[in-house]
């Protein structure tokens, strides 16, 4: 049996069989110099030099370690906040401590603690400014810095 490709009479010759890559440049794969040259095109291209929240440094300035104030005492407020914070805090931490140790505790006792708490929290309600000091610290309608 003869091969076909030899055969001049099915009507195809070799020439015209197979495609050329030169008729089609388009399907062509490109060559691997062209793939490094269109690489290092891609990676020049995202190494601009760029400054970002990374790139900031802090000046080596140093004002010393920082030593915050000390607190001022407890009881250096105004005496009547201070009552007030105590009967409203107070009350019920003796209330408690009542009910877990006098368990036969008189209901004066009660009483009274009941009335301390009350008047301690209207007594820190009446306490609060009146009206914005605009002329204290927080001076201002906004944000400080």
Known sequence: MADSRDDPSDGHSDDHAEDHP?????????????????????????????SGPRDYTVDDEDEGEFVPP??????????????????????????????????????LVVTILIVVMIAGGVGLFLSLPRDRDRGGPWGGDGAQV
């Open 70 to 107: 000390d607190p001022p005492a407890l009881g250096s407020g105004r005496p009547a906040v201070v009552l007030s914070a105590a009967g409203l805090a107070g009350s019920p931490v003796a209330l408690l401590l009542a009910a877990l140790f006098w368990p036969g505790i008189p209901s």
């Open 22 to 50: 030169d008729d089609h440049p388009e399907q062509q794969p490109p060559d691997q110099a062209e793939i490094d040259r269109q690489w290092e095109g891609i990676v020049a291209g995202l190494e601009p030099p760029t």
